[in-house]
């Protein structure tokens, strides 16, 4: 049976990859505009001005050598490599395929978590991964025209590096907290991208000296405040509270989030087998919910 405190961490999981199902919708937006570096990096150095004045309002303590070593994986993952490659990827293939790609993300998650966070999930755990996954590229490669492209590897470099950061984050978040993860995160990263987003910014303005849309503006709003801030609030602190590999499986359920957001807010149409997908993959969610996952203690690492 599910403790509260894992259904509390799966709740926190759905809330995190409902606010993250719009990113690409509006990283679209923001690229049509803007290059897909000056976004990716961009929402990342604005984010981290929210991020600083809440730890010094908060006081938090700083964090130690080792955990600032954590920070920088989870800073490569989640800051740099994902949005830097998705960005990429999104000029080249349709969001359809950024949605296959990241339909393994959760895989990862839990190779991952099984590898920093020593959690062992049990045989039905991993078959209801597998499941979840292949039911999410089916779906993808149904709906997105089929064939795998160049850009397509672009994700799965995000993916694979992304998910590293989510794992580590979620580690990390059981000793120093959730959003305390995220916001060190962006605080330790904001030095280096000081010089390469203003070089970008420049760049632009010199292009395209005239002013910018006020939906452009809007959409990368969204994507520093929302997909790079408090989404991960939810996220981390949701990962740590009800395991990461567990937990990581609602990500699962981010394409059906986008696509429903889409029809809402772009007027794109979702066809009815969407909906079936949705339902087998809640179902593969909802198994490995219920499939054991143990946690090794194993001793500490000497940092």
């Not at 995190?16 to 990113?23: D, H, K, N, Q, R």
């Not at 961009?42 to 984010?47: C, D, E, K, T």
């Not at 080249?92 to 950024?98: K, L, M, N, Q």
């Not at 395209?208 to 959409?219: I, M, Q, S, Y």
Request: contains cysteine; glycine residues 10%.
């Amino acid at each position: 049976a599910m403790k509260p405190r894992e259904s509390q961490g799966m709740m926190l999981g759905l809330i995190g990859v409902m606010i993250f199902s719009l990113t690409l919708p509006m990283t679209r937006i923001v690229v049509q505009e803007f290059h897909p570096l000056l976004n990716g990096l961009g929402r990342a150095l604005a984010a981290a001005v929210p991020a600083a004045a809440l730890l010094a309002w908060r006081r938090e303590r700083r964090p130690t050598w080792p955990q600032v070593k954590s920070l920088a994986v989870v800073s490569l993952g989640v800051i740099i490599a994902f949005p830097v490659f998705s960005a990429w990827a999104m000029k080249t293939v349709p969001a359809s395929h950024g949605a296959v790609v990241n339909g393994l993300q959760p895989l990862c998650v839990a190779l991952y978590a099984a590898w920093l966070s020593h959690e062992r999930p049990s045989k039905a755990f991993w078959a209801s991964a597998l499941a979840g996954s292949a039911i999410v590229v089916a779906f993808a490669l149904q709906s997105g025209g089929g064939s795998l492209q160049a850009g397509d590897l672009l994700m799965l470099v995000a993916v694979g590096i992304g998910a590293l950061g989510y794992a580590e984050g979620a580690r990390l978040a059981r000793q120093i907290g959730g959003w305390q993860v995220i916001c060190w995160a962006l605080v330790l990263s904001a030095p280096f991208l000081v010089i390469p987003v203003g070089w970008l910014g420049w760049e632009h303005h010199v292009q395209h000296p005239g002013p910018v849309a006020l939906k452009t503006w809007l959409a990368f709003g969204y994507v520093t405040i929302f997909s790079q801030f408090i989404g991960f609030f939810a996220w981390y602190a949701g990962l740590a509270m009800g395991g990461t590999a567990r937990v990581g499986q609602v990500q699962l359920l981010q394409i059906f989030f986008t696509m429903a957001f889409s029809a809402i807010f772009f007027g794109e149409h979702v066809a009815a087998s969407t909906w079936l997908f949705a339902a087998a993959v809640i179902a593969t969610v909802m198994l490995g919910r219920k499939a054991a996952v143990h946690t090794v203690h194993a001793p500490a690492r000497a940092a």
